[in-house]
């Protein structure tokens, strides 16, 4: 590929100047990526280094996944100032996409279950597991993080998961957790603890709706395969 200086491409091409006038979603990865990174060097474009970077599914291999600036700094042509930049308007929009529903979302089925927490597990590199709060009209109150394990692994205890639940008068709760693999074929120990925390709810009149193990664009929906 032809390497061009952002100067020397027309006018229309130049990513913020495409972004002002055709917006956002007009724009590829790489050219989002490129305003970001805002000039390149001697030898490539910031276009070229964001093309890089983006290359071969690269958005998310090399980027969505990066929470450490020395690590994203390691890419030639970036430095710690820019792969700062770049770290910082990633955490915001997880921040968006974690956000606390705005109007309370109604959990009727695994896919509304699916739709909520996806976008604020995908790109975990460790395993969280959360707890989605419901109202008697299976309305979202409040998703809780009950814990962050390992890459593998993540210890959580029905007294932790059940605590805000009793807390915040939560009718009933909906559980998940990410595999950072992004398979998410539920483990024996994932099997296990979903029976203990069913069983925990019924006895203390808060049912589990459904546990959602979070895979990379992929889920696992206890209560679709039966389980529940």
Same mark, same amino acid.
């Given at each position: 590929m032809t390497t061009y200086h952002m100067? $020397?491409?027309p006018i229309d091409d130049r990513p913020r100047e495409k972004l002002i006038n055709n917006g956002a979603a007009a724009l590829t990865d790489s050219e989002l990526l490129a305003i970001l990174i805002g000039s390149g060097t001697q030898e490539k474009s910031a276009l070229d280094i964001a093309r890089d970077l983006t290359a071969d599914y690269g958005i998310l291999k090399n980027i969505a996944k990066v929470h450490d600036v020395k690590e994203l700094a390691k890419t030639k042509g970036l430095g710690h100032a820019k792969a700062a930049i770049i770290i910082a308007a990633l955490e915001l929009g997880r921040r968006i996409a974690g956000? $606390? =529903?705005l109007a309370r979302d109604s959990i009727t089925s695994p896919e509304?279950?699916?739709a909520l927490l996806m976008p604020r597990l995908r790109y975990e590199s460790k395993e969280h597991f959360v707890v989605v709060l419901l109202n008697s009209k299976n309305k979202v109150l409040e998703i809780k993080q009950i814990s962050e394990g390992s890459l593998n692994s993540s210890?959580?205890?029905p007294r932790e998961v059940f605590a805000p639940a009793v807390l915040h008068h939560a009718a009933a709760i909906l559980t998940a957790h990410n595999h950072p693999s992004g398979d998410p074929t539920p483990s024996k120990e994932d099997k296990d603890l979903t029976n203990t925390l069913v069983q925990a709810g019924k006895y203390m009149?808060? =049912?589990v709706l459904d546990h959602i193990i979070i895979g990379d664009a992929k889920y696992f929906s206890f209560k679709e395969h039966s389980y529940l």
């Open positions: 100067k $020397e491409l956000a $606390e =529903p509304d279950g699916v210890v959580v205890h009149g808060i =049912p």
